[in-house]
């Protein structure tokens, strides 16, 4: 119960940090952002539950693969917005390229026998 807890802790400082970092550096509050914050943790969680790092490498791999769909949200998101697009109604179509994008390379990784 106690590892729960400080998993939710940590991740939870985590996201709040960024998010203030965020509001004072955009370029700040980018650079946390980018690192991938949630697989570490995720890496270290599994490892640490397991101690086996072959479901970790899985992760690592599957990650690689469907980050690539996460690209179109950050140019269509704020191309939406530069468009005079309201916040909500951008970030929702947005929203939904990505799943679209994550459907498509899902699709196509399957075609060409990637296993995710």
Same mark, same amino acid.
């Given at each position: 119960? $106690?590892?729960?807890?400080?998993?939710?802790?940590?991740?939870? /400082?985590?996201?709040?940090? @960024?998010?203030?970092?965020?509001?004072?550096?955009?370029?700040?509050?980018?650079?946390?952002?980018?690192?991938?914050?949630?697989?570490?943790? /995720?890496? @270290?969680?599994?490892?640490?539950?397991?101690?086996?790092?072959?479901?970790?490498?899985? !992760?690592?791999?599957?990650?690689? $693969?469907?980050? &690539?769909?996460?690209?179109?949200?950050?140019?269509?998101?704020?191309?939406?917005?530069?468009?005079?697009?309201?916040? $909500?109604? /951008? !970030?929702?179509?947005?929203?939904?390229?990505?799943?679209?994008?994550? !459907?498509? &390379?899902?699709?196509? !990784?399957?075609?060409?026998? @990637?296993?995710?």
């Amino acid at each position: 119960m $106690w590892q729960y807890v400080i998993k939710i802790v940590i991740t939870v /400082a985590l996201v709040i940090a @960024v998010t203030e970092v965020g509001k004072r550096s955009s370029l700040l509050g980018a650079v946390l952002t980018s690192l991938p914050i949630t697989s570490l943790l /995720a890496f @270290v969680w599994i490892y640490a539950e397991t101690g086996n790092s072959d479901p970790v490498a899985a !992760l690592s791999q599957s990650i690689f $693969w469907l980050v &690539l769909a996460t690209l179109p949200l950050f140019v269509v998101f704020p191309a939406l917005l530069h468009r005079g697009l309201a916040f $909500w109604p /951008a !970030l929702a179509a947005a929203c939904a390229i990505t799943v679209a994008t994550y !459907l498509t &390379l899902v699709w196509a !990784l399957a075609r060409m026998g @990637v296993r995710l």
